[in-house]
């Protein structure tokens, strides 16, 4: 079974590469490079023991979509490719609104031309907005606060009409929570460009010695130590999510919107803690304003996962911060080094 993977050499699509080949998947990646480098793609074939085919290629490009669906035997999709800074989508959200849903669009119009009518989608729990209530619930309100936010919604939407109007279709829509960690190769990780805006890579990065360091941004949140509560889940984890939505969606039809988190709330400081534990250094830190947006507590109820799925989180919080510390501090300056 061949699964294309739009921004395969990303963050989380490298990692995916790397569980759909260990599950015995022939995978395609499609990636322009823009946030990410073809070094990416010679360490997943390093992790994995062969070839990784790949095309250069933007997904809002249609002629080059066509070339890979007619060349290769494509039987489902996992689109990753798109931009995710929710501070910039805010500066330039005509780019936000075209590279995520113009790629969608297209990607979704060739595939229906091909015959190949199983995607799954990267949400992001983004989507819930301002919650009322914690843990998020995949029936609950959706309402996005940002340009990247409703980038997501509208691909939701867009996804949930194109199911009603076709039910051969076959739809993951995973919302996937905080995703941290790396392989636990150290070989790939996350590689943010500049500064970093989330908060794993800035810890890492204030460990390695890029930046001075860290600005909790709030400490008189109505949560355990007054700092925001999220749910990190090990990219490995989510990775191997995606391996069983890949699964669902070639073996049943439908439009299922999945939380993928832990259902764990971990706060900035107790991340802060674990991660100095596992790297057996000091990270020096100062309390600074709340960052506009931000809510108190966000994490998931991951029920949906385990029974549709089969799916659970099993990494934990201590793990995640010793794979990150692997790959960061094998690799200080990224990709780069
Ligand atoms: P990433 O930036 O590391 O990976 C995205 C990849 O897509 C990059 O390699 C980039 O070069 C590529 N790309 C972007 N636009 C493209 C285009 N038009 N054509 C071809 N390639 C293109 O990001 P990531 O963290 O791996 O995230 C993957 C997906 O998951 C994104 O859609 C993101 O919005 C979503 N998501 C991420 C998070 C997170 O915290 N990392 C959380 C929720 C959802
Ligand atoms: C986590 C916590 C910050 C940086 C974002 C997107 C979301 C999803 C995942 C894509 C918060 C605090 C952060 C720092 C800090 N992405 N923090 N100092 O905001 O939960 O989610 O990434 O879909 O849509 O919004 O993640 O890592 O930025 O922040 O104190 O330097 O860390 O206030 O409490 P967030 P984050």
């Known amino acids: 079974m061949s ?7 990303g963050y989380i699509g490298s990692h995916t590469c790397v ?16 946030n990410s480098k073809k070094e990416v793609l010679k360490r997943v074939e390093n992790i994995v023991g062969k070839p990784i085919k790949f095309y250069e290629a933007d997904v809002r490009d249609r002629d080059a979509l066509v070339k890979i ?25 005509l780019e936000y609104y075209d590279n995520n849903i113009v790629s969608t669009l ?9 015959n190949v009518k199983k995607i799954v989608f990267s949400s992001s729990a983004t989507v819930y907005g301002v919650a009322k209530e914690m843990p998020l619930v995949e029936t609950m309100p959706l ?21 009603v109007s076709d039910s051969d279709w076959s739809i993951a829509l995973l919302r996937y929570f905080n995703p941290i960690g790396a392989h636990e190769s150290g070989t790939i990780g996350e590689d943010p460009k500049g500064i970093p805006n989330n908060l794993m890579p800035y810890i ?11 600005s909790v941004y709030g400490g008189d949140y109505n949560t355990v130590d007054g700092t925001g509560v999220r749910d990190y889940i090990h990219v490995v984890d989510l990775a191997d999510g995606h391996v069983k939505a890949v699964k669902w969606v070639l073996g049943n039809k439908g ?8 259902g764990n709330g971990v706060s900035v400081l107790q991340l802060k803690d674990a991660f100095q534990k596992a790297a057996q250094i000091e990270i020096p830190f100062e309390i600074a304003p709340r960052r506009p947006g931000d809510p108190d507590e966000v994490y998931a109820n991951a029920n949906k996962a ?14 995640m911060c010793e794979d990150t510390w692997r790959w960061q501090s094998g690799n200080p300056n990224g990709y780069n080094d």
């Open 19 to 34: 569980e759909l080949v260990k599950a015995g998947y022939d995978v395609v990646v499609v990636d322009n490079f823009y």
């Open 255 to 262: 439009c299922e919107a999945i939380n993928l988190g832990t």
């Open 204 to 214: 890492s990065q204030v460990a390695v010695g890029r930046l001075p360091k860290l």
């Open 143 to 163: 309402g996005a606060i940002n340009p990247y936010g409703r980038t997501k919604l509208f691909i939701e939407e867009m996804l949930r009409d194109l199911f």
């Open 69 to 93: 669906f007619k060349e290769n035997s494509i039987d489902s999709v996992i689109h990753f490719a798109g931009l995710k800074a929710v501070g910039e989508s805010s500066r330039i959200p």
């Open 3 to 9: 699964v294309l993977i739009t921004g395969g050499a």
């Open 306 to 319: 385990k029974k549709v799925l089969g799916w659970e989180a099993k990494l934990d919080i201590d793990k």
């Open 106 to 114: 297209v990607l979704c119009d060739v595939m229906r031309e091909f």
